[in-house]
Nanobody
Framework: QVQLVESGGGLVQAGGSMRLSCAVS????????MGWYRQAPGKRRELVAT???????NCADSVKGRFTISRDNAKNTVSLQMNSLKPEDTAVYYC????????WGEGTLVTVSS
């Protein structure tokens, strides 16, 4: 069974940086497209960024130039480097692994204070 465990959330001031990590176990990590999604209070879960097994990345317009997704296939981890954080980035951030089916972590809360 695939398990995803996020880490790195917390409280940060606007303009600050934070790095989220997701450790994946239970399967062959390298085949998955990995992604980060977020869900703010009262809003739907939305895509933040994805990275394919080949390393191609995609991110939402709202975070372009500020967030960077990366993966380490040797360590079975995916990370999200978040810079120039804004209060509107406050959300629960979820790690996702996709290969025919979706697997999700339990989420980690990121709070950006103004």
């Amino acid at each position: 069974q695939v398990q995803l465990v996020e880490s790195g959330g917390g409280l940060v001031q606007a303009g600050g940086s934070m790095r989220l990590s997701c450790a994946v176990s239970g399967s062959v990590f390298s085949i998955y497209t990995m992604g980060w999604y977020r869900q703010a209070p009262g809003k739907r879960r939305e895509l933040v960024a994805t990275i394919t097994s080949g390393g191609s990345t995609n991110c939402a317009d709202s975070v372009k130039g500020r967030f960077t997704i990366s993966r380490d296939n040797a360590k079975n981890t995916v990370s999200l480097q978040m810079n120039s954080l804004k209060p509107e980035d406050t959300a629960v951030y979820y790690c996702n692994a996709k290969y025919h089916v979706d697997y999700w972590g339990e989420g980690t809360l990121v709070t950006v204070s103004s």
